[in-house]
């Protein structure tokens, strides 16, 4: 039995501020790391390198951007695994609005999952999900299908998106009068049931991973 992704509707699954949290299939968790340091941006669109920092537990990673990094706003680094088939990378520090574009991340036939929320963003920011695979967008839409943050349908390749909305529609989704946190863990539960998607929630509050700081060049 896995893990899945629904427990990250849970109040501050992971961290502070939210979550930024990236699946793959078709490469290894180092290859997506270096995929997404060329991908993600921070407040002035600098180019990132990987500087690793041997294997750490998420407290230990944060106190590191704190204590060393003194939490500066460039600041983002990470942790990075493969489980149950998926390799998987969750960001730390200024992470928020970091990745505009997944497409280069998904090249060469790479099918890549990024959930992301903003939780302590005082707009508020819905949660999101995207999935990229072989550059192309293939099914996209804000977690709480609502009009609070643009459209509130699913977005996408027909092909791939349609199947999610049938989804969506058949457990009751969308609906402006559910409870936003319902609304999110019901569609991460359609989420990882269509795709597969699982992540090792004890591994990753428990445990030490590789770890990284991603530092601008």
């Not at 999952?113 to 695979?133: D, S």
């Not at 967008?137 to 459209?151: E, I, K």
């Not at 349609?162 to 529609?169: D, I």
Request: hydrophobic share 40%; charged share 25%; glycine share 12%.
């Amino acid at each position: 039995m896995t893990e899945g992704t629904a427990w990250l509707a849970e109040p501050r699954a992971i961290a502070f501020g939210g979550y930024s949290v990236l699946l793959a299939r078709g490469i290894g968790s180092g290859e997506l790391v270096a995929r997404l340091a060329r991908a993600v941006h921070g407040a002035t669109d600098s180019v990132y390198s990987v500087y690793p920092v041997g294997e750490l537990t998420s407290a230990e990673l944060i106190g590191l951007l704190d204590d060393e990094y003194d939490g500066g706003h460039e600041d983002i680094a990470l942790r990075h695994g493969e489980d149950g088939g998926w390799a998987f990378v969750v960001l730390y520090g200024d992470w928020a609005g970091g990745i505009d574009d997944l497409a280069p991340v998904s090249r060469d036939g790479a099918h890549v999952f990024h959930l992301e929320f903003e939780e302590e963003n005082g707009k508020p920011v819905p949660p999101q999900f995207r999935y990229v695979h072989d550059g192309r967008l293939r099914c996209a839409f804000n977690l709480h299908l609502d009009h609070s943050w643009g459209s509130a349908a699913v977005e996408g390749d027909p092909e791939v998106a349609a199947p999610v909305m049938e989804l969506l529609t058949a457990v009751g989704l969308p609906d402006e009068t559910v409870p936003h946190r319902v609304a999110h863990r019901t569609s991460l539960e359609v989420l990882e049931r269509h795709f597969g998607l699982t992540l090792p929630r004890t591994r990753i509050l428990d445990s030490a991973l590789p770890a990284a700081v991603l530092e601008a060049d």
